[in-house]
Nanobody, 117 residues
Framework: QVQLVESGGGLVKPGGSLRLSCAAS????????MRWYRQAPGKQRELVSV???????NYPDSVKGRFTISRDNANNTVSLQMNSLEPEDTAVYLC???????????WGQGTQVTVSS
């Protein structure tokens, strides 16, 4: 019953922008910490952003200043605005929901982001 559905990926040129969205269903969205990860071939899964149910955010140095995470509890969605994209940002981007009262986690299917000229 739980679903996380990502959208918004695609092919962009270096320096371009994309906005990813993750629509959640089957959960009480406001009770979940939301995270975006990315997975590139040959690399470890990397956390790229996190937002708590209270709206606090964090980013690793690799994306800080370029990516912005936000959530819309009324529409059960979390978004990732990605600016100044670089070829190194190419990856499958995955949405994750963690229940704030425990370690229960759910994952989306992923959306491909390719940054290339």
């Amino acid at each position: 019953q739980v679903q996380l559905v990502e959208s918004g990926g695609g092919l962009v040129k270096p320096g371009g922008s994309l906005r990813l969205s993750c629509a959640a269903s089957g959960i009480i969205f406001s009770m979940y910490t939301m995270r975006w990860y990315r997975q590139a071939p040959g690399k470890q899964r990397e956390l790229v952003s996190v937002i708590t149910n209270g709206g606090n955010t964090n980013y690793p140095d690799s994306v800080k200043g370029r990516f912005t995470i936000s959530r819309d509890n009324a529409n059960n969605t979390v978004s990732l605005q990605m600016n100044s994209l670089e070829p190194e940002d190419t990856a499958v981007y995955l949405c994750n929901a963690q229940w704030i009262f425990g370690r229960t986690n759910y994952w989306g299917q992923g959306t491909q982001v390719t940054v290339s000229s």
